[in-house]
C-alpha cells in the first residue's frame, strides 16, 4: 500500500499538476488510512466495503475530527481509488462507494444491542429519579423518538392500553408509535409510584417527563441524563439521546424491517433521509444472498 501511495503522490504531482499542499494533505490523510489498514482496519484495501469504510469514518470522528475534516479525507480516499482503477488495481465498486461525501458525513453512530442494554440498566434501584430515567432511556430507544419529542410528550399522548404513543414531530406532524412490553412496564411504574410525588405541588402538570415541582424536563436536561448514564455503562461519552434514535432504526433494519416502515416510525418526510441507515446492514444482505441464491 506504501508504495501505491507514493505512485498516487507522483501521479497528482506530474499528471495532474495539482498543488503542492492538497498532494501533501491528501498524502497525509491516505498515510492516516495506511496506519488504520495496518491495524486490521480491513483485509484487504484495494477492495473496501460500504462497513469497512463506515468503520474508517467511525475511527476518523472519535479520533475526534470534525465531519469537514472527516469528509476530507473520504475525498483523498476517492481521488486515491479512482488512481487505482486507472490503474487496473482496484475495485470498481470502492470509487462508487466514495461518491458521496455528504452522504459519509452523515453517517450516525450506533451502539450495538448489547450496549443498549447496558445503557439502559445504568440506573439502578433506590435512586431518587430511578424510576422516572428508567423510563425515559426505555421510551427513547422503544420509540426513536427525538430529544424534543420525548420531553414534549403530554400525558394525553400516552395510549398504555393500546400499547402506543402520539409524537409531535418536526413541522407540527404527528405519527402513531408502538411501545414493547420494557416500555410500557417502566413507563406505568414512574406514572404510577414516581411522577405522583415530583408533581405534588403542581397537580395540573401534562407533561410525562417532569423534574421536581412538575416542571416539564428540558431537552438540555435529557440530553445530561443520557450522557450521564452512558457514562456509569462504560460507553463511548459522545452517546446521546439522537445515538438511541440512530440505534433504533438500524436494529429495526437489522431485523428484517422494511424501509417505508422505519421511515414511518423515525417520522422522516424523505425515505433518503432512512436510507443513510442501510449502510450497517450490507453485509446482513450479502450474507443472506449467499445462503438462498442459487447462484450466491
Given at each position: 500500500?506504501?508504495?501505491?501511495?507514493?505512485?498516487?503522490?507522483?501521479?497528482?504531482?506530474?499528471?495532474?499538476?495539482?498543488?503542492?499542499?492538497?498532494?501533501?494533505?491528501?498524502?497525509?490523510?491516505?498515510?492516516?488510512?495506511?496506519?488504520?489498514?495496518?491495524?486490521?482496519?480491513?483485509?484487504?484495501?484495494?477492495?473496501?466495503?460500504?462497513?469497512?469504510?463506515?468503520?474508517?469514518?467511525?475511527?476518523?470522528?472519535?479520533?475526534?475530527?470534525?465531519?469537514?475534516?472527516?469528509?476530507?479525507?473520504?475525498?483523498?480516499?476517492?481521488?486515491?481509488?479512482?488512481?487505482?482503477?486507472?490503474?487496473?488495481?482496484?475495485?470498481?465498486?470502492?470509487?462508487?462507494?466514495?461518491?458521496?461525501?455528504?452522504?459519509?458525513?452523515?453517517?450516525?453512530?450506533?451502539?450495538?444491542?448489547?450496549?443498549?442494554?447496558?445503557?439502559?440498566?445504568?440506573?439502578?434501584?433506590?435512586?431518587?429519579?430511578?424510576?422516572?430515567?428508567?423510563?425515559?432511556?426505555?421510551?427513547?430507544?422503544?420509540?426513536?423518538?427525538?430529544?424534543?419529542?420525548?420531553?414534549?410528550?403530554?400525558?394525553?399522548?400516552?395510549?398504555?392500553?393500546?400499547?402506543?404513543?402520539?409524537?409531535?414531530?418536526?413541522?407540527?406532524?404527528?405519527?402513531?408509535?408502538?411501545?414493547?412490553?420494557?416500555?410500557?412496564?417502566?413507563?406505568?411504574?414512574?406514572?404510577?409510584?414516581?411522577?405522583?410525588?415530583?408533581?405534588?405541588?403542581?397537580?395540573?402538570?401534562?407533561?410525562?417527563?417532569?423534574?421536581?415541582?412538575?416542571?416539564?424536563?428540558?431537552?438540555?436536561?435529557l440530553w445530561i441524563l443520557v450522557k450521564k448514564y452512558a457514562r456509569r455503562a462504560g460507553l463511548n461519552p459522545r452517546v446521546s439521546p439522537h445515538?438511541?434514535?440512530?440505534?433504533?432504526?438500524?436494529?429495526?433494519?437489522?431485523?428484517?424491517?422494511?424501509?417505508?416502515?422505519?421511515?414511518?416510525?423515525?417520522?422522516?418526510?424523505?425515505?433518503?433521509?432512512?436510507?443513510?441507515?442501510?449502510?450497517?446492514?450490507?453485509?446482513?444482505?450479502?450474507?443472506?444472498?449467499?445462503?438462498?441464491?442459487?447462484?450466491?
Amino acid at each position: 500500500m506504501s508504495e501505491d501511495i507514493e505512485a498516487f503522490r507522483n501521479y497528482m504531482r506530474a499528471e495532474r499538476g495539482m498543488a503542492a499542499n492538497t498532494i501533501l494533505a491528501y498524502g497525509r490523510d491516505l498515510e492516516r488510512y495506511k496506519d488504520w489498514v495496518s491495524d486490521g482496519g480491513l483485509k484487504d484495501y484495494l477492495r473496501p466495503t460500504l462497513l469497512d469504510l463506515s468503520h474508517y469514518l467511525s475511527d476518523l470522528r472519535d479520533g475526534g475530527l470534525s465531519p469537514a475534516s472527516a469528509a476530507r479525507h473520504l475525498i483523498a480516499l476517492r481521488m486515491f481509488y479512482r488512481y487505482l482503477r486507472l490503474e487496473s488495481k482496484g475495485d470498481h465498486g470502492a470509487v462508487e462507494l466514495l461518491s458521496s461525501p455528504r452522504l459519509w458525513e452523515r453517517i450516525p453512530q450506533v451502539l450495538s444491542p448489547e450496549s443498549v442494554e447496558k445503557l439502559l440498566a445504568a440506573p439502578l434501584t433506590g435512586e431518587r429519579f430511578y424510576l422516572r430515567d428508567k423510563a425515559l432511556l426505555e421510551v427513547l430507544y422503544a420509540t426513536g423518538s427525538r430529544a424534543s419529542e420525548v420531553v414534549g410528550l403530554k400525558l394525553d399522548d400516552l395510549h398504555l392500553d393500546s400499547g402506543f404513543l402520539r409524537c409531535m414531530g418536526k413541522g407540527s406532524k404527528q405519527r402513531i408509535v408502538p411501545l414493547g412490553k420494557p416500555a410500557l412496564q417502566a413507563i406505568r411504574a414512574y406514572l404510577d409510584e414516581h411522577r405522583p410525588r415530583l408533581t405534588r405541588t403542581n397537580p395540573d402538570a401534562t407533561a410525562v417527563f417532569v423534574s421536581r415541582g412538575g416542571r416539564p424536563l428540558t431537552r438540555e436536561m435529557l440530553w445530561i441524563l443520557v450522557k450521564k448514564y452512558a457514562r456509569r455503562a462504560g460507553l463511548n461519552p459522545r452517546v446521546s439521546p439522537h445515538t438511541l434514535r440512530h440505534s433504533f432504526a438500524t436494529h429495526l433494519l437489522s431485523g428484517g424491517a422494511d424501509l417505508r416502515t422505519v421511515q414511518e416510525l423515525l417520522g422522516h418526510a424523505s425515505i433518503r433521509t432512512t436510507q443513510h441507515y442501510t449502510h450497517v446492514d450490507r453485509e446482513r444482505l450479502r450474507g443472506i444472498h449467499r445462503q438462498f441464491h442459487p447462484r450466491g
